[in-house]
């Protein structure tokens, strides 16, 4: 039986190994039963630690185990929606500060109308404005 394309991917093996992280007794697991437990030839396993090494997330104690000392992964994942919430958050003040970057243009751009009309130069008003 073929293997769909999507279930030997190294992003769904990947979430499938941070499964056994997670219920591992701390975080500590032998990489040939995980080879065995994700039915995947041991380098596809080897591929997954060596990105995880390189970025300091697992330590290696012996030849065939590897140790998780990253964050906490409950911790990690329960950030999903903050950090959402915060994007969406930054994404509301952008667009609040553009309009009213435009306000202050438009406005400028009236003060400018005003001040430069002839017919207005006549008027108190328009002799103490100064524009920068």
Same mark, same amino acid.
């Given at each position: 039986?073929? +293997?769909?394309?999507?279930?030997?991917?190294?992003?769904?093996?990947?979430?499938?190994?941070?499964?056994?992280?997670?219920?591992?007794? @701390?975080?500590?697991?032998?990489?040939?039963?995980?080879?065995?437990?994700?039915?995947?030839?041991?380098?596809?396993?080897?591929?997954?630690?060596?990105?995880?090494?390189?970025?300091?997330?697992?330590?290696?104690?012996? +030849?065939?185990?590897?140790?998780?000392?990253?964050?906490?992964?409950?911790?990690?994942?329960?950030?999903?929606?903050?950090?959402?919430?915060? +994007?969406?958050?930054?994404?509301?003040?952008?667009?609040?500060?553009?309009?009213?970057?435009?306000?202050?243009?438009?406005?400028?751009?009236?003060?400018?109308?005003?001040? @430069?009309?002839?017919?207005?130069?006549?008027?108190?008003?328009?002799?103490?404005?100064?524009?920068?």
């Amino acid at each position: 039986v073929q +293997k769909r394309r999507f279930d030997a991917s190294l992003v769904y093996l990947t979430r499938k190994f941070m499964d056994l992280v997670k219920t591992a007794p @701390d975080g500590v697991l032998d990489l040939n039963e995980v080879a065995t437990t994700l039915g995947v030839r041991k380098r596809r396993v080897y591929d997954i630690t060596n990105v995880l090494d390189g970025i300091h997330l697992i330590q290696k104690r012996s +030849k065939n185990v590897i140790q998780w000392i990253g964050s906490n992964l409950d911790q990690v994942v329960g950030k999903a929606p903050e950090q959402q919430n915060l +994007k969406d958050e930054l994404s509301d003040l952008s667009a609040m500060e553009e309009a009213l970057d435009e306000l202050i243009k438009d406005c400028a751009h009236q003060l400018f109308e005003l001040t @430069d009309d002839k017919e207005n130069a006549k008027y108190p008003f328009n002799s103490c404005i100064t524009l920068t």
